[in-house]
C-alpha cells in the first residue's frame, strides 16, 4: 500500500487534525510553556471540543478565555464545557475572519498552508507587540520561536522569521541539517509529550513518523546524509513487509 493509499484510508477529520483531542494534561504543559497567566487573554483558533478554552479560564485563571470553532455542532459540545464560566466564551465563526486584535496568547494548530499564511498576516497586523502564538510540531512558516520545547513553540511579536529552513531549523536544534537519529529521537518526543498513542502501538508509530519526518529532510535538502542511510533502508523495508505500507514514492531523487 502505498503511502497516499494509506493516509486516504485514515478518518480525514483526523488526517487534517479537525478532530484530534488535545489531552488536558498536554493542554497544561502548553500553557505553562506560554507561561499563560491572570493578565491574558487567550484564544484557541479551532477549539473543537477539546477542554483548552476552560482549562485556560478555570485554573490558569485568565482575564478572557475565547475558542472560535467553525462548525457549529462542536462549538455547542465546547460551549457546555464552559457553563457558569464569566471569563470565557465559545465564538462559532471562521478563525480567518473572527476578531483576534485583544489576543496576547492565541493557540494555533492547523496544517493548511493557504490557513497558516492568511493567519500570519493577521497576526502581523491586528496582534500587539508582546502576544505569544503557541503551536504543535512547528513554527508558523519560517517563524523563529522564542521557547521550545518540542513539539511545542511559543513564537512572540515582534516576530523575527528565517531566511531559510537551514537557519530555523539551526536556530531550534543546534544544527541546520536532520540526521536518522535526530528524526527519531523527534518522533519519540512528539509521541511522548502529546499523551495520545497507547503503548502497544509506540514502537510502530514511532517507526513511522521518524521515517517521515526523515523523508521531508531529504525531500527539503535539509537532511545531513548525502545517501539514503542504511537504518531508513532498513525500516523502510520493515514498514513494507510487514505492515504494509510503502513509503519508498515518498523520497525525491537528488
Known sequence: MKIQEFISSLPQPVVKGEDVSIPDNVIKKIFKLANLRKTDIFYDLGCGNNNTVAIAAKEFKVKMSIGIEIRKSLAIKAHKKIEGMKNAKIVNG????????????????????????????????????????????????????????????????????????????KAIYGNPCVDFTASWLLAEQYIHELEVVPNQYLRFVNMLQSMIIWINAWNMGVACEEEIPPPIQTYIGILKAFFNIDLSDMISNK
Request: proline share 8%; aromatic share 14%; glycine share 2%.
Open 94 to 169: 471562521d478563525i480567518r475572519t473572527a476578531t483576534i486584535s485583544d489576543a496576547t496568547v492565541l493557540l494555533f494548530w492547523f496544517t493548511d498552508p493557504n490557513v497558516i499564511h492568511h493567519m500570519i498576516n493577521r497576526f502581523e497586523n491586528e496582534l500587539n507587540d508582546g502576544a505569544r502564538i503557541i503551536t504543535i510540531w512547528s513554527p508558523p512558516e519560517l517563524m523563529l520561536p522564542i521557547k521550545v520545547k518540542f513539539p511545542f513553540f511559543v513564537c512572540r511579536k515582534p516576530f523575527k522569521y528565517a531566511k531559510d529552513i537551514r537557519e530555523q531549523i
